[in-house]
């Protein structure tokens, strides 16, 4: 119940947070919400990404595995 408690009070602070930045009237958020070609990661850069998030999950479900 703490932890319900703590998460709860979290998401309210991010809210409030939020919605005083975006009641700014100089915040423009437009541009957090387009995707810019030329940063676009190329696909051997993705591949690597995912191969290392595979291989940093099924450590952990190893030694989760081992834990239990």
């Not at 437009?30 to 998030?53: I, N, T, Y």
């Amino acid at each position: 119940m703490l932890l319900l408690k703590q998460l709860w009070k979290t998401l309210e602070t991010t809210d409030s947070a939020l919605l005083e930045r975006l009641t700014l009237p100089d915040v423009d958020v437009a541009s957090l919400f387009q995707v810019d070609r030329e940063q676009e990661k190329p696909a051997v850069d993705l591949e690597k990404q995912r191969l290392e998030r595979f291989e940093t999950e099924a450590f952990y479900l190893n030694v989760s595995a081992v834990v239990t």
